[in-house]
């Protein structure tokens, strides 16, 4: 059976930076009841804390700061790019372990957004990119969706 990664707040585990979660239901718990599920937090994984001050990708994008040449930053100036890095890192050995080749991860998220970030001034805009987790497992050969295109993933995997 397929392995697929996922963030873990889509599946109710209460890692977002604010404390809470972003469960889904549908095919992300069907999947799950079917032990199909590998889940992760980037952030917490690179060891940030719950709850913990938002961050953003201040200079760059998610691939600037897998080059060394981005970072990511909380509003007081703040740098966590290690973090995110280390984070990212993680779940790209994840999917290694578990020969995985698809992940579902949390749309917007500086680690884990799959077609929009915030703008990196903190003002709630969102903007075309990915995050870093997504950025690195990307450049790994690992489709990764959204969890507004499960049903796109689901039409893959049913091939």
Not at 39 to 49: D, M, T
């Given at each position: 059976?397929?392995?697929?990664?996922?963030?873990?707040?889509?599946?109710?585990?209460?890692?977002?930076?604010?404390?809470?979660?972003?469960?889904?239901?549908?095919?992300?718990?069907?999947?799950?009841?079917?032990?199909?599920?590998?889940?992760?937090?980037?952030?917490?994984?690179?060891?940030?804390?719950?709850?913990?001050?938002?961050?953003?990708?201040?200079?760059?994008s998610?691939?600037?700061?897998?080059?060394g040449?981005?970072?990511?930053?909380?509003?007081?100036?703040?740098?966590?790019t290690?973090?995110?890095?280390?984070?990212?890192?993680?779940?790209?050995?994840?999917?290694?372990?578990?020969?995985?080749?698809?992940?579902?991860?949390?749309?917007?998220?500086?680690?884990?957004?799959?077609?929009?970030?915030?703008?990196?001034?903190?003002?709630?805009?969102?903007?075309?990119?990915?995050?870093?987790?997504?950025?690195?497992?990307?450049?790994?050969?690992?489709?990764?969706?959204?969890?507004?295109?499960?049903?796109?993933?689901?039409?893959?995997?049913?091939?």
């Amino acid at each position: 059976m397929q392995k697929i990664l996922v963030s873990a707040c889509l599946l109710g585990e209460k890692v977002r930076y604010d404390g809470g979660d972003s469960r889904q239901s549908g095919l992300i718990a069907q999947w799950q009841s079917e032990g199909r599920l590998i889940s992760i937090c980037p952030e917490v994984a690179g060891g940030l804390p719950i709850p913990r001050p938002p961050a953003e990708i201040v200079s760059g994008s998610a691939d600037a700061v897998l080059r060394g040449r981005g970072s990511v930053q909380r509003q007081n100036g703040e740098d966590v790019t290690d973090a995110f890095v280390d984070g990212a890192e993680r779940a790209l050995a994840l999917c290694m372990k578990h020969q995985i080749g698809f992940a579902i991860l949390k749309e917007g998220s500086p680690s884990c957004g799959v077609n929009s970030v915030n703008d990196g001034r903190f003002s709630g805009i969102k903007i075309d990119g990915e995050g870093v987790a997504a950025c690195l497992l990307r450049r790994h050969g690992i489709d990764v969706f959204s969890e507004q295109e499960v049903e796109q993933l689901a039409l893959l995997l049913n091939d």
